[in-house]
């Protein structure tokens, strides 16, 4: 009886199921419209949450950007079109803080972009020394944006600060540099970049470890010195690299820079270190102005777009994907 099995699974098999039960087969057309359906329903939970926590509150901040409204409940809210976006436009504040905004962003290329690659560079010829300085290096990313500003708050403060007593013992008088409105944005972006240049140099550390050695071993075979094998090799390959870390660096540069311009200045002396992502916060949560934050917020989502279009064009189109 065993050896006769097979053939009855065999013959058995080979007949549809509806077929045997004399039950009407499916039909092809629902099978095709299943799968079609699965992969949106696999997307479902994504384009769900997408839509609840990103879109909708674009839209929402969309329609308060043409109301004018103090966030008070029994207040109703006044349509007033695009009043908001001239009134805010027009302010000295949005000026000032697109004015800085510009600043930060364009100090943010040479200090937490450029910087961090002759360093990655270093470290990763060193090889196993460099685990030291690395940990050196990505310590401060470490610590709270909140605990890196007080701490510089004391070390800089012009009466009990260690800066002053540094600066005494050399005979020298220490500044307020948080005072002066030409220094005070040069303290924000410094301790922007100390925070951030560990983080980048792994960034960097990474995308160096994909760089074959055999091929500098070549290279230097060959007669070429360290400028070339940067120039003609390291260079092109780290060029994805450089544009991730490029547009991330653009992007976050103006949330990094509000709880220290938060914590340090307030946005002054004399709006000298506010940017658009704190003039937001000022409109919509100091003076209570939910229109002109919410306009504010449309202004540099726009801003940002551009931002990332432009860098997507530019630099996208020069990196080297494939070794």
Known sequence: MSLHRPETQL???AVPVGAASGQPLAHPKRTDIAARL??????????????????????????????????????????????????????????????????????????????????AVFLWSVGQKGHFYRAILFMPTLISFVVAGIAFLWILNPIFGYAKVIFAELGLRFPNLLADPDSAIWVIIGISTWKVLGFNVLIYLAGLASINKELIEAMRMDGAGDITIFRRLIWPLLTPTLTFVTISTVI????????????????GPSNSTTNLFYMIYQYSFVTFDVGGGAAGTMILFTFLMIMAFVQFRVLDRRAHYQQ
Do not use: C, H
């Open 11 to 13: 013959v058995t098999g």
């Open 252 to 267: 976050f540069t103006m949330q990094q820079v509000f709880t220290p311009i938060d914590l340090m200045t307030e946005g």
């Open 38 to 119: 699965a992969p949106w329903l696999y997307l479902a939970p994504t384009v769900l949450l997408l839509a609840v926590f990103t879109y909708w509150p674009l839209l929402q901040t969309a329609y308060l950007s043409m109301v004018d409204w103090n966030l008070n409940p029994g207040q109703p809210a006044e349509f007033v079109g695009l009043d908001n976006y001239g009134r805010v436009t027009g302010s000295t504040l949005f000026q000032a803080a697109f004015v800085n905004t510009l600043i930060y962003v364009g100090a943010s290329i040479p200090l937490k972009v450029l910087l961090p690659i002759p360093v």
